[in-house]
């Protein structure tokens, strides 16, 4: 099923929901780069001045320039002075771009570290909570939406609005009378985008919301494509991602349809302007009231304010999508990161563990997934935990390096409460194996020694203790050979060893297993089992394990059911007991002879 993304709604009470917000929260990031801003602003207002520079050159040009009687100052001067313009016009235009594509990707760059560092150090239900292709779209795309908006949207409306407002202001001087018809359109045009902004602003939300849901789609596919094959699911997939696509295409129309709207209005508005303004210049004109020097600059000053006016208009609906990606970006950044614990340093624990009457329920109201449950392991002991699915046992492992923190009851390590402890400090202390094993797409010794800088020694000492050694020095590159995307050139049993080598490269005196060996077949288990025996050597290990058999050999084993220890004590102590443990110890040893 696809899932729907908290972070495409805003942030907090109202964060990010109208265009001062953002502003605000962009400051931070354009306050140290105010100076190459000011900069650029500056540059695009000579821009912007020389737009009002020709039809100023044009009035003496067509008055004085032409005829018999011409002037020869204003036949030599005027051609100068439109190539003087010209490059000013084009040094001004290229230190603008220049110093606004240096703040905006300045920014970018700060935007998107920020974002990266709050999505690691996000609560574990940050992950279980947002899809994989949300949390990518919002830090390697929509960021990108936000430099549009610094050097599209800010160029149009900084460089557009100074040449509207210089083109104006000359309007005025060669005739108040008919600048005050292309004055009055203004709050028009203004109403008008106003009541468009509303509509697209809804449109550009809802349109990121099914593009986070088409995305996750795809995800899914690409994730599952052998379940997608062997089950012939590829019509289901299709129509799934059709269907989406569909909507999505739905959503881009409405969203042209209204963007689309406003220029061909503002045209239209502005042509009855025109009409107007050449119908009264001409009864001026026949009036001496203007020169046709002065008709011809005005006209031509007018039709320069008609294309910056267009493009202010059009920077509406990029703007509404940047403000929509801008609600996605500090959403991410808002969100909060794991308690850092109390400050505690825990240089090397001893191992003492103890779970003093602990509950844990995901959300208030939900059902208790623990219920006071108590437990003592003490330095170097392995305690097992064994149970039907679903009775609570992943979630109790869950607790001690604190990915959730307990609804009620205290965990020590130590005798120390675990919020006490820093988090890093308390996580160092943990190694853990579980039977997803991630890897990643960087050399053998990056993923034994992963964390920090890989020492060979210690690589070719973690990966022997793992009985992998062999292995890998029969690689073509040995521990620097790239293993591909979560280890894909390795198997199965060489993805577990390889992680049992992590584990032994940290170190650390407390160990979880979590299904370590329930998906590999005999011959890897053996290896694996061999490998986990020298990496549980001296360290408290809690271990789950659904075959019965690996741990058979703790000294305790702690039964589960429905979030309660039902029963304790050694292997054969809870076959005696002829409970739960001897059930489901019958039950496997059934299926195994059969």
Request: proline share 4%; charged share 20%.
């Given at each position: 099923?696809?899932?729907?993304?908290?972070?495409?709604?805003?942030?907090?009470?109202?964060?990010?929901?109208?265009?001062g917000?953002?502003?605000?929260?962009?400051?931070?990031?354009?306050?140290?780069?105010?100076?190459?801003?000011?900069?650029?602003?500056?540059?695009?207002?000579?821009?912007?001045?020389?737009?009002?520079g020709?039809?100023?050159?044009?009035?003496?040009?067509?008055?004085?320039?032409?005829?018999?009687?011409?002037?020869?100052?204003?036949?030599?001067?005027?051609?100068?002075?439109?190539?003087?313009?010209?490059?000013?016009?084009?040094?001004?235009?290229?230190?603008?771009?220049?110093?606004?594509?240096?703040?905006?990707?300045?920014?970018?760059?700060?935007?998107?570290?920020?974002?990266?560092?709050?999505?690691?150090?996000?609560?574990?239900?940050?992950?279980?909570?947002?899809?994989?292709?949300?949390?990518?779209?919002?830090?390697?795309?929509?960021?990108?939406?936000?430099?549009?908006?610094l050097?599209?949207?800010?160029v149009?409306?900084?460089?557009?609005?100074?040449?509207?407002?210089?083109?104006?202001?000359?309007?005025?001087?060669?005739?108040?009378?008919?600048?005050?018809?292309?004055?009055?359109?203004?709050?028009?045009?203004?109403?008008?985008?106003?009541?468009?902004?509303?509509?697209?602003?809804?449109?550009n939300?809802?349109?990121?919301?099914?593009?986070?849901?088409?995305?996750?789609?795809?995800e899914?596919?690409?994730?599952?494509?052998?379940?997608?094959?062997?089950?012939?699911?590829?019509?289901?997939?299709?129509?799934?991602?059709a269907?989406m696509?569909?909507?999505?295409?739905?959503?881009?129309?409405?969203?042209?349809?209204?963007?689309?709207?406003?220029?061909?209005?503002?045209?239209?508005?502005?042509?009855?302007?025109?009409?107007?303004?050449?119908?009264?210049?001409?009864?001026?004109?026949?009036?001496?009231?203007?020169?046709?020097?002065?008709?011809?600059?005005?006209?031509?000053?007018?039709?320069?304010?008609?294309?910056?006016?267009?493009?202010?208009?059009?920077?509406?609906q990029?703007?509404?999508?940047?403000?929509?990606?801008?609600?996605?970006?500090?959403?991410?950044?808002?969100?909060?990161?794991?308690?850092?614990?109390?400050?505690?340093?825990?240089d090397?624990?001893?191992?003492?563990i103890?779970?003093?009457?602990?509950?844990?329920?995901y959300?208030?109201?939900?059902?208790?997934?623990?219920?006071?449950?108590?437990?003592?392991?003490?330095?170097?002991?392995?305690?097992?935990?064994?149970?039907?699915?679903?009775?609570?046992?992943?979630?109790?492992?869950n607790?001690?390096?604190?990915?959730?923190?307990?609804?009620?009851?205290?965990?020590?390590?130590?005798?120390?409460?675990?919020?006490?402890?820093?988090?890093?400090?308390?996580?160092s202390?943990?190694?853990?194996?579980?039977?997803?094993?991630?890897?990643?797409?960087?050399?053998?010794?990056?993923?034994?020694?992963?964390?920090?800088?890989?020492?060979?020694?210690?690589?070719?000492?973690?990966?022997?203790?793992?009985?992998?050694?062999?292995?890998?020095?029969?690689?073509?590159?040995?521990?620097?050979?790239?293993?591909?995307?979560?280890?894909?050139?390795?198997?199965?049993?060489?993805?577990?060893?390889?992680?049992?080598?992590?584990?032994?490269?940290?170190?650390?005196p407390?160990?979880?297993?979590?299904?370590?060996?329930?998906?590999?077949?005999?011959?890897?288990?053996?290896?694996?089992q061999?490998?986990?025996?020298?990496?549980?050597?001296?360290?408290?290990?809690?271990?789950?394990?659904?075959?019965?058999?690996?741990?058979?050999?703790?000294?305790?084993?702690?039964?589960?059911?429905?979030?309660?220890?039902?029963?304790?004590?050694s292997?054969?102590?809870?076959?005696?007991?002829?409970?739960?443990?001897?059930?489901?110890?019958?039950?496997q040893?059934?299926?195994s002879?059969?």
């Open positions: 099923m696809t899932q729907k993304s908290t972070l495409s709604k805003p942030a907090g009470s109202g964060t990010a929901s109208s265009a917000v953002i502003g605000r929260r962009l400051w931070p990031y354009v306050k140290p780069l105010l100076g190459a801003l000011i900069g650029g602003i500056i540059a695009m207002a000579f821009v912007a001045a020389t737009e009002a020709i039809p100023a050159l044009l009035k003496p040009l067509l008055d004085h320039g032409f005829g018999s009687a011409g002037s020869p100052l204003a036949k030599w001067l005027v051609p100068l002075a439109i190539i003087g313009l010209a490059l000013v016009r084009g040094v001004a235009q290229y230190s603008s771009g220049y110093l606004l594509q240096y703040v905006s990707n300045k920014i970018l760059l700060e935007l998107r570290l920020k974002m990266f560092d709050r999505m690691i150090h996000a609560s574990v239900g940050f992950f279980q909570r947002e899809t994989a292709s949300t949390v990518i779209n919002a830090i390697v795309f929509e960021v990108n939406q936000i430099l549009n908006v050097m599209g949207v800010m149009t409306l900084v460089r557009d609005s100074l040449t509207v407002l210089f083109l104006l202001g000359y309007l005025f001087i060669l005739n108040w009378r008919l600048t005050l018809i292309v004055a009055v359109l203004l709050p028009g045009i203004g109403w008008l985008v106003s009541k468009i902004n509303r509509r697209l602003r809804r449109l939300r809802e349109h990121q919301m099914l593009t986070n849901e088409l995305s996750y789609v795809v899914e596919t690409v994730g599952g494509y052998k379940v997608v094959k062997v089950h012939n699911g590829e019509p289901y997939e299709m129509g799934r991602f269907e696509s569909r909507r999505l295409r739905g959503y881009q129309m409405r969203m042209t349809i209204s963007g689309g709207l406003a220029q061909p209005l503002t045209q239209f508005l502005a042509s009855i302007a025109l009409a107007i303004v050449v119908t009264i210049a001409v009864v001026q004109a026949s009036n001496d009231q203007t020169t046709v020097g002065g008709f011809v600059a005005f006209v031509t000053s007018m039709l320069l304010v008609i294309s910056p006016l267009k493009h202010l208009i059009d920077v509406n990029p703007l509404q999508r940047g403000m929509t990606a801008a609600e996605l970006i500090f959403g991410l950044i808002d969100e909060p990161a794991e308690p850092a614990g109390g400050g505690k340093p825990l090397r624990a001893r191992g003492e103890e779970f003093r009457d602990v509950s844990f329920e959300g208030a109201g939900t059902r208790s997934i623990l219920e006071r449950v108590s437990f003592k392991v003490a330095p170097g002991e392995m305690v097992a935990l064994a149970g039907p699915s679903g009775s609570g046992k992943t979630t109790l492992v607790l001690l390096p604190r990915f959730f923190d307990p609804s009620d009851g205290e965990i020590l390590v130590d005798g120390v409460a675990l919020p006490e402890y820093d988090l890093h400090a308390l996580r202390q943990i190694a853990m194996v579980s039977q997803d094993v991630t890897l990643f797409n960087d050399t053998v010794a990056s993923n034994v020694a992963y964390g920090q800088p890989p020492d060979r020694a210690r690589v070719e000492h973690a990966l022997r203790a793992a009985n992998l050694w062999d292995t890998i020095a029969a690689l073509p590159e040995g521990i620097d050979t790239l293993i591909g995307d979560n280890g894909m050139k390795l198997s199965g049993g060489q993805r577990q060893r390889l992680a049992i080598a992590r584990a032994i490269y940290k170190d650390a407390i160990l979880i297993l979590d299904e370590a060996t329930s998906a590999l077949d005999s011959e890897s288990e053996r290896h694996v061999a490998a986990l025996e020298t990496l549980m050597a001296g360290r408290t290990t809690l271990v789950i394990a659904h075959r019965l058999s690996t741990i058979e050999r703790a000294d305790r084993i702690l039964v589960m059911e429905a979030g309660r220890i039902v029963e304790r004590g292997h054969r102590q809870l076959l005696e007991q002829d409970g739960l443990y001897a059930h489901l110890h019958r039950i040893f059934q299926q002879a059969a």
